[in-house]
C-alpha cells in the first residue's frame, strides 16, 4: 500500500494529468473509491460500505459515460476470480483464498444510494430533468465516436507507446519502462501469490485481471485520448505496489536485499525525473507525450495584455469582452475571464462585434481595424493552441490609456 502511494505520487501521468480539471482524474478516484469500499465490504460485511461504494458508484456514473468500460473490465476480473475460488472450493479458506459472501439486502442499499447521488448531478440538483435521460442517450453519439467518427482516432499501440518509447522529432526519449518493470512484478505475484504469502491472492488476482482487461478494451477502442490512459494506469500502479513488496519479500540475504533496494530506488528515481520534466520542466511540450489539443503558453500572453489592458480602463464598469472564435472554440479562456462580467462569447462574429476589447479567432479574417476605421487596433497576434490564433482589438481610447502605464 506505501510503495503504491509513493509511485503514484510520483507518476508522470497522474501529476500530469492531476493538474488538469480533466473528467479521467475524478473518474480514477471514484473508481479507486468503489473498489476499495466494496472489498471493505466484503472484509466486514459492514452494510456501511455498502453505502460507500454505492456512492463511489454513483459518482462514477455522474462523471464520464467511459465509466461503463470499467464496470466491463470489474465484471471480468471478478468472474475469473470467482471461478478460480469455486475450483478451490474443497480447500480451507487462508488469507489469500476466501468465500464471496454477500447479503443482498445490502447491495440494494447500495444501488439505492448510487441512483439517488447520480439523479442528484445528473439533475444539476433537481433542476434539470431531462439529465438522467441524457445519461443514457449519450451513448449513442459516444458508440459512433468510439467506432471511428471522429478526429481523435489512433492505432492501437497508442497508449503502449506512451508507456514503453516516446520520441516525437529531434525531442528526447520519454519512458515509463521503470512503472512497467514493477507492474510485471505484481503480475508475477497475481500468477504466482507464493512469492508474496501475506498478499491476499483473490485480491491481487482481480486487480491484474481488471488492469490488463481495461487496458485492452482502451486499446481496441479507435478512439484514443492521452488522458484515456489514467484508467488503467492507475490499475497499474496499484500492481507496482504488489511487485515492490512481492521483490522486497523474496530477498533472502543482506546482499539480496542491498541490491534490491538498489535497483528499486534507481526504477523509483527515474520514474520522479520523468514526472518533473512531464509535468514540470516541459508541460506544454508538443514532444511531450500527454501533451494534446494542449493550450499553448502564449495563451497566458493574450491573458496578461487583457488584464492590463482591464486595469488601464479609466470608466471599468463598462469594461467588456467581446470573444469569438470558430465553432466555439474558445475554451481556456473562459476561466481566465471569469472575473470579467461583461462578456460576450460567439461561435461566429455577431452583426455589432465592437467592444473595448476583442479577442477573435483568425480564421475570421475579421479586418475590424480596418472596417471601424481605425476606431479599434489590432494589437496581437496570440497562439491558443496548436494551429489555432487569435487577434486582440482594443479600441483606441482605451490603448491609449493603456499605452500611458507602460514603462
Not at 462580467?341 to 479567432?361: C, D, F, K, L, Q
Not at 475570421?364 to 496570440?382: C, I, N, T
Amino acid at each position: 500500500t506505501v510503495s503504491a502511494a509513493l509511485v503514484t505520487a510520483i507518476s508522470p501521468a497522474l501529476v500530469f494529468y492531476g493538474r488538469y480539471y480533466i473528467h479521467e482524474t475524478l473518474l480514477v478516484f471514484f473508481t479507486l473509491a468503489f473498489l476499495g469500499a466494496c472489498w471493505r465490504y466484503l472484509q466486514t460485511r459492514r452494510w456501511g460500505w455498502a453505502v460507500g461504494a454505492g456512492a463511489a458508484f454513483g459518482l462514477m456514473h455522474a462523471t464520464k459515460e467511459t465509466f461503463v468500460l470499467e464496470l466491463f473490465a470489474m465484471a471480468v476480473a471478478l468472474a475469473i476470480v470467482i471461478v478460480t475460488a469455486h475450483k478451490r472450493r474443497n480447500a480451507p479458506e487462508s488469507p489469500g483464498h476466501r468465500a464471496i459472501r454477500i447479503r443482498w439486502s445490502d447491495v440494494g442499499i447500495g444501488l439505492v444510494v448510487a441512483i439517488v447521488v447520480s439523479v442528484v448531478f445528473y439533475t444539476s440538483f433537481f433542476q434539470y430533468w431531462r439529465g438522467p435521460v441524457d445519461s443514457v442517450l449519450t451513448y449513442f453519439p459516444w458508440l459512433r465516436r468510439a467506432g471511428g467518427a471522429s478526429p481523435h482516432i489512433h492505432p492501437w499501440w497508442f497508449y503502449l507507446e506512451r508507456l514503453a518509447f516516446f520520441k516525437r522529432q529531434s525531442g528526447p526519449v520519454w519512458s515509463e519502462a521503470s512503472l512497467l518493470v514493477l507492474t510485471i512484478a505484481g503480475i508475477g505475484v497475481a500468477i504466482r501469490p507464493g512469492l508474496l504469502p501475506s498478499a491476499n491472492a483473490q485480491l491481487v488476482r482481480f486487480i491484474a485481471i481488471y488492469s490488463i482487461v481495461l487496458a485492452g478494451v482502451y486499446s481496441a477502442i479507435s478512439y484514443k485520448t492521452p488522458w484515456c490512459i489514467l484508467g488503467f494506469y492507475h490499475g497499474f500502479v496499484l500492481l507496482a505496489g504488489v511487485g515492490v513488496a512481492g521483490l522486497l519479500a523474496n530477498c533472502r540475504t543482506n546482499l539480496a536485499r542491498g541490491v534490491c533496494v538498489a535497483l528499486l530506488a534507481a526504477l523509483l528515481g527515474h520514474l520522479g525525473f520523468q514526472t518533473w520534466r512531464t509535468a514540470y520542466a516541459q508541460p506544454a511540450d508538443r514532444r511531450n507525450p500527454y501533451v494534446y489539443a494542449h493550450s499553448s503558453m502564449d495563451l497566458l500572453r493574450l491573458v496578461d495584455k487583457v488584464n492590463a489592458i482591464a486595469r488601464a480602463d479609466p470608466n471599468p464598469d463598462r469594461f467588456a469582452i467581446q470573444i469569438m472564435a470558430p465553432g466555439g472554440d474558445y475554451w481556456p479562456l473562459p476561466w481566465y475571464f471569469r472575473k470579467y462580467r461583461h462578456t460576450g462569447w460567439w461561435s461566429e462574429i455577431p452583426e455589432n462585434p465592437y467592444a473595448p476589447v476583442m479577442v477573435v479567432g483568425a480564421k475570421f479574417h475579421a479586418d475590424l481595424d480596418e472596417k471601424s476605421e481605425k476606431r479599434w487596433l489590432m494589437v496581437g497576434f496570440f497562439e491558443s493552441r496548436p494551429g489555432v490564433f487569435f487577434e486582440l482589438y482594443v479600441e483606441l481610447e482605451l490603448w491609449k490609456k493603456y499605452v500611458e502605464t507602460l514603462p
